[in-house]
């Protein structure tokens, strides 16, 4: 067990509930799946409060009575500079107790998922050909996967992760899907100032597994800077894909009568205000509102890639290796016209090696671990590969209201506001399931507890900030990422918590809570701007999404480690399809970018590989 | 250009299907590339030879081919088909080599099997260093592979005193008659004009020998081979006719050069002559018609050769004796004409190509020994003729039979007018001795060849 006295005081345990006292158990279950640096930071900082205690009342907080602990704690709080600390190990701790106050799941009827061929890995001959190696089963790796597939191409698509059924997501608790369903137990964090949580799927499907199924079509402002600006050419056509990506996850306008409370009270908000909002357009038809997105739909309605994409490509011919970690691209490196993909290499779980040599490679590892993979296989030469780093920064605020919201119930990111959006700011109602949003309650001990139990009357908004470019992906075995929030991004921010904390006063809200330690409450939107006002973006809680523009494609060969069909430059037979080819920030929720850029990339590749041929043979 | 060859023997398991029982397999295999092999660049080969595995297959005649790539591709691939009990498998695997494990990386083989392109089983194949990387090091060769064609074009460079001879012989299969084609061109010492002759010689099997000559002709300079009046020897082509003898006949290599003398000779011609065949082995088809019936040939099995010197030897002996399954000897032993040389005993340029190596490795060997010790020795007469000589563990005995009857007497003259006579045999008989050293010594193989083999004595 970890820190079982931080535990029960955290989460004023007097003994008289059994829940609490299965939280420790919970939480080393969490804890050993994060990362060794994440696992010992939390243990140190609960071996820290631990040894205040000792200091303050002589005993650890294990040995103290209830209202000792609080002592310990209060004693604490009355330090600000500590808050920011405290919350961070309050984020672990309040996982593991929502997981256990929360019911388990009962087993549902889930519909059976569409047949892919998967073969784990140990079970994947150490040696074998294919056309095509796609790296990562994601929203890029799937779309190309299908496209190659299509064309009769030999393809196997390598994932690092595992295949989990719909009917598997029924049966587990969140949290426990939650460490499987993300690199690193869901502590991948982009170091910088201020440091941001940046959480990525690894699952057959990618992040698409694992995100709120909100589909934006690139804004077309977006589309013309890629192309214009950039020279990503290929961004002229992605109108055309972006239909057909959207026909294939079935995106429509979420209907109202799953929305939730949440959701409603962000419409009902805007409407007051006048404000430009309306239902998100999301890849879930009969989405039955479960607020299950982020660890796996637990229905089947949301059309993750998995469900969508790589059933027709396995359909095609192609088949899924899961379990196996691509090291190296594999190179021919004396041929005329410089060196040429070979295939790859990839480590299984336990540790043997498979390699599979194809003519084709195709990147689609993700934003975070493509830079690394490439540098790994000696591709990492070109100056810019690994910058360029774009992300969505995010914060959360809440709402407390006098009727039940219960925010847990209902879609999990209902409605979008765009009345800001032409200044970069995104507003997306967004709950999660208990535990899980980036929103951290206020308070410690007794006040904490307070706030659990009346979390049924938060609502929760989200808003993301399109970024500059402002983040690098260092590393080769391990990735290191750095972001240093551009200062109009953090000026952006500020502004955001305001925008949300408009709406939820207008929507009727009794107090808004910010998430900001040493103003946790506001009760008028004047309150709220006086705070605001003195506020830095170093105070927020921050967390960031949707990775994007590490391998930008582009015209410039100094800039762009990329042509602009996305071939990696230097080298022949490497495409790069996931979020890192998209040459700057998309502003919006991107799969839909990424698998339409991936459809582009592929298609020209064919294309391109069509009129060689026939040019040859000619 | 030269190629490369080895062969590599490698032991492991398979196992075909999952939960399948574990069979043992063993290659053994023979490895040819066109280019020398390097282990920067990625060099292609030809792989044949035995794959065995347990209870499931022992197909000797694998084929496939080699991808050696070791510090450009960091991989050795290899990819063979064979047969199992009438299932025609592929094996397809390769080592990935890399510097932190370079031993087990450049001995483990891991593989996938296939038949019909599904993946049926896959198994790893190990180098086994301790008995197998010393046959693995000393089997490499790094033979040539040579245009035959370019030795046909003439040499001479307008010198006066140079002899140079185009000449073929070959064996009628069907008939057992041998065929000789002499092709001459003599520039005379006195530095007249150089003119080309030449004759045209049938020794059946039963019968008389016949010959008939052409020329001289004044020399016309072709450029690709050899040419008097409506006689040609050229590549491919041999054509003309000589008294009532004529001939059309097209040529087919069927091996890579051979340099009886050494190869530096050919290039330089340093020795009073050097002789060389610009195929080992060559087959021959169309007609040669004689007073008593034309010829057909089909595959008829012979070879040209080329003599660049000075003139004739003081004394001397030739065999060529094709063996079959390719293997062929060559012999030229002579006595020089020029002073001090002209008092050496012999000496005995002997090159057998056996197996697809050509032994003694260098003609010096035969001629000379080491330092003028372990020579060959020859004991030129007739009708018999012996030639014998060793080296560390082979020894060799070649005992030539020149029946008078079979043998056709022939007046030669050297450039400064100087007179020889040639004794020469198209359908000689020959019994050749090749033995090996292992603890005593032992018959490695041996040929006998009843009116097959085409040898020649001169004298003065």
């Known amino acids: ?618 | 250009m030269r190629g490369t060859r080895f062969t590599e023997t490698m032991l492991g398991t398979v196992r075909l299907d999952p939960g399948g029982p574990v069979r043992r397999i063993r290659l053994d295999l023979r490895a040819r590339a066109e280019e020398v092999l390097r282990p920067h660049r990625t060099v292609r080969a030809r792989v044949d030879g035995r794959v065995r595995v347990a209870g499931l297959a022992d197909d000797p005649d694998a084929t496939g081919e080699l991808e050696i790539s070791p510090l450009a591709g960091r991989r050795i691939a290899y990819r063979l088909s064979f047969t199992a009990q009438g299932r025609r498998l592929t094996l397809d695997g390769w080592k990935s080599v890399t510097a932190r494990h370079p031993v087990r990386s450049m001995t483990v083989l891991p593989f996938s099997l296939y038949e019909d392109g599904a993946p049926i089983g896959q198994g790893t194949l190990r180098f086994p260093l301790a008995t197998g990387l010393a046959p693995f090091l000393l089997s490499f060769r790094f033979p040539r592979h040579e245009d035959g064609d370019r030795f046909l074009a003439p040499r001479w460079d307008g010198s006066p005193g140079r002899t140079e001879v185009w000449y073929t012989t070959l064996t009628d299969p069907a008939t057992g008659t041998g065929l000789w084609l002499h092709h001459e061109l003599v520039a005379p010492t006195d530095g007249s004009a150089p003119t080309a002759h030449g004759w045209a010689a049938v020794f059946p099997p039963e019968g008389k020998v016949t010959h008939a000559r052409f020329g001289p002709v004044p020399w016309s300079g072709p450029t690709h081979g050899f040419t008097a009046g409506d006689v040609t020897a050229g590549p491919g082509r041999l054509s003309g006719s000589a008294g009532d003898l004529s001939w059309n006949l097209t040529e087919q290599p069927a091996a890579e050069p051979l340099f009886t003398f050494p190869r530096w000779s050919w290039r330089r011609p340093l020795l009073p002559a050097t002789h060389m065949l610009p195929a080992a082995r060559a087959t021959y088809d169309g007609t040669f018609a004689t007073p008593d019936g034309t010829l057909t040939l089909h595959g008829a099995p012979g070879a040209s050769a080329r003599i660049n010197g000075h003139g004739n030897a003081r004394r001397w002996a030739w065999l060529h004796a094709d063996l079959g399954d390719g293997a062929v000897l060559e012999v030229v032993a002579a006595v020089s004409t020029r002073p001090l040389l002209r008092r050496l005993p012999p000496l005995v340029f002997l090159r057998l190509r056996h197996r697809g190596r050509t032994w003694p490795r260098r003609a010096e060997r035969s001629a000379v020994g080491l330092l003028g010790v372990g020579r060959f020795r020859a004991d030129i007469g007739l009708p018999r003729w012996t030639v014998t000589g060793r080296t560390l563990l082979r020894r060799i005995r070649v005992d030539v039979t020149q029946p008078a009857e079979r043998t056709l007497a022939l007046d030669y003259r050297d450039p400064d007018g100087a007179p020889a006579v040639c004794r020469n045999s198209e359908s000689a008989d020959a019994t050749i001795l090749l033995e090996r050293w292992w603890g005593r010594w032992r018959t490695e193989a041996s040929w006998t060849l009843s009116g097959t083999a085409h040898a020649e004595v001169g004298d003065r």
């Not at chain 1, 088949?319 to 190179?331: E, F, H, N, P, S």
Request: proline letters at 8%; hydrophobic letters at 40%; charged letters at 20%.
């Open chain 1, 1 to 618: 067990m970890t820190a079982p006295g931080l535990v029960a005081a955290l989460l004023a345990d007097t003994g008289e509930e059994e829940w609490p006292a299965r939280v420790p158990g919970r939480l080393e279950a969490f804890l050993s799946a994060l990362p060794a640096p994440v696992r010992g930071a939390v243990r140190t900082g609960a071996g820290a409060v631990d040894a205040y205690a000792v200091l303050h009342s002589g005993r650890r907080l294990n040995a103290l009575t209830p209202d000792e602990r609080q002592a310990v704690l209060d004693s604490l709080a009355a330090r600000p500079r500590l808050l920011p600390i405290l919350d961070l190990l309050k984020v672990p701790v309040l996982l593991a107790a929502a997981t256990e106050r929360t019911p388990a799941p009962r087993p549902s009827a889930a519909p059976a998922d569409p047949p892919l061929d998967c073969v784990p890995a140990a079970e994947w001959p150490t040696r074998t050909r294919a056309d095509a190696v796609v790296v990562g089963s994601g929203a890029g790796g799937a779309v190309a996967a299908r496209t190659l597939a299509r064309a009769g191409l030999d393809v196997v698509v390598l994932e690092e992760g595992e295949h989990h059924t719909t009917a598997s997501f029924g049966t587990r608790a969140p949290l426990e899907r939650f460490t499987d369903l993300y690199r690193d137990g869901g502590a991948t964090a982009a170091l910088g100032d201020p440091p941001l949580l940046l959480p990525v799927g690894r699952a057959v499907g990618g992040t698409t597994v694992v995100n709120s199924g909100t589909c934006y079509r690139t804004p077309d402002h977006v589309v013309d800077r890629w192309s214009g600006r950039y020279g990503f050419h290929l961004a002229d056509g992605l109108p055309a894909r972006l239909d057909e990506i959207e026909r294939t996850l079935r995106v429509a306008t979420q209907p109202l009568d799953v929305l939730g409370a949440n959701g409603l009270l962000a419409l009902a908000g805007a409407e007051r205000l006048g404000w430009r909002a309306a239902p998100l357009r999301r890849n879930a038809p009969g989405c039955k509102g479960s607020c299950q997105c982020v660890v796996g739909c637990p229905t089947g309605a949301k059309q993750s890639v998995q469900l969508s994409v790589l059933p027709d490509a396995c359909a095609a011919g192609a088949r899924i290796v899961t379990g196996a970690r691509v090291l190296r691209v594999l190179l021919d490196r004396d041929l005329p016209g410089g060196p040429r993909a070979a295939g790859v290499l990839a480590r299984r779980a336990d540790g043997s090696e498979l390699e599979i040599l194809s003519p084709l490679v195709v990147t689609a590892a993700g934003a975070l671990q493509t830079p690394a993979l490439l540098r790994r296989s000696g591709l990492g030469r070109h100056p810019r590969l690994g910058r360029n780093l774009s992300v969505h920064p995010a914060t959360s605020v809440a709402g407390r209201f006098a009727e039940p919201v219960t925010s847990w119930s209902g879609v999990l990111q209902s409605v979008g506001v765009e009345e800001l959006h032409s200044r970069g700011i995104l507003i997306e109602a967004t709950a999660s399931p208990p535990g899980m949003s980036s929103f951290v309650l206020p308070g410690l001990g007794r006040p904490l507890r307070r706030e659990l139990e009346a979390a049924d009357r938060l609502a929760v908004l989200g808003a993301m900030i399109a970024d500059r470019p402002s983040g690098r992906v260092h590393g080769r075995d391990r990735t290191l990422v750095r972001y240093r929030l551009d200062p109009r991004d953090g000026a952006r921010l500020i502004e955001a918590v305001g925008a949300m904390g408009r709406i939820l006063f207008a929507a009727g809200a009794q107090e808004v809570l910010t998430g900001i330690p040493r103003a946790p409450r506001v009760y008028t939107p004047t309150e709220l701007d006086s705070v605001l006002a003195t506020l830095t973006p170093r105070d927020l809680h921050l967390s960031a999404f949707h990775p994007t523009g590490t391998v930008a494609a582009g015209g410039d060969p100094q800039r762009a480690p990329a042509d602009p069909e996305g071939r990696l430059r230097g080298v022949h037979g490497v495409l790069v399809v996931d979020a890192s080819v998209l040459p700057g920030c998309p502003e919006v929720n991107p799969q839909l970018s990424i698998m339409a850029a991936a459809l582009a990339v592929t298609e020209n590749y064919l294309e391109r590989e069509v009129s060689r041929r026939t040019s040859t043979a000619a």
